[in-house]
């Protein structure tokens, strides 16, 4: 760790909580940001609570700079915010696509924008995002969803050839498909039975951003299950 210990995770479902328990009982001071209050009900006791939306830039902003002015500047940022969504390519709307793009990639993008400066002056830090096996497998029937997870894996390669010299590192972890509240009520039992769980992808989303991953910078991590 660097020596501030500060972690920002956003995203206040059962993987950013997961993200924030393990990175609290390793020694970190960690802020953890969703767009509502009873998103952070569930956070573990001594995180420091921040409502705002990083779909939107100055949201995203402003999320970092409560960070900062709450409890440090952050050396490590963990995004578990997205969005799943069906239909093919050629029934995909402007708004589909503006949708999967605006929650997929948008805040990994200008929470970065945000974040950078402060590792930077602290020294460097690490930076990990939620990407999904069809970002890189494409198959049919989630066009908007895999392009927007394409970029997400696109956009942790740029960032870690334009941050690395600066001791900052980007990784993404891509599961196929999370066991979670919301997949229950959709998908047949059997394709759960080889989901893997929130807690699986947190550890390592949090190897990923600790002394554990240090050698690792603009990877996509399969977590596919079994």
Known sequence: M????????????PLGRSVAEMLVALGYTVAGADRK?????????GVTRIVGDATDPEGAQRIVADTVA???????????????????????????????????????LWLTQAVVPHMQSGGGGSIAFVSSRFGT??????????LSKAALNHLVVV??????????????????????AVN??????????????PEQIADQLVNLVTDVGAPVSGAILPAYGF
């Open 2 to 13: 660097t020596e501030q210990h500060v972690a920002l995770v956003v995203g206040g479902g």
């Open 37 to 45: 209050p009873e998103g952070l009900e569930q956070l573990p006791a």
């Open 70 to 108: 709450a409890v440090g500047a952050p050396s490590v940022l963990v995004n578990t915010i997205g969005t799943y969504g069906t239909g093919d390519a050629l029934s995909t709307t402007p708004d589909d696509f503006r949708h999967q793009m605006e929650v997929n990639v948008g805040p990994a």
């Open 137 to 146: 497998d494409a198959e049919a029937g989630i066009a908007a969803y895999s």
């Open 159 to 180: 960032l870690n050839h334009e941050l690395r010299a600066s001791g900052i590192r980007v990784n993404a972890v891509a599961p196929q498909l999370i066991d979670n």
């Open 184 to 197: 229950r009520t959709f998908l047949p039992a059997e394709m759960l039975d080889h989901a893997t769980k």
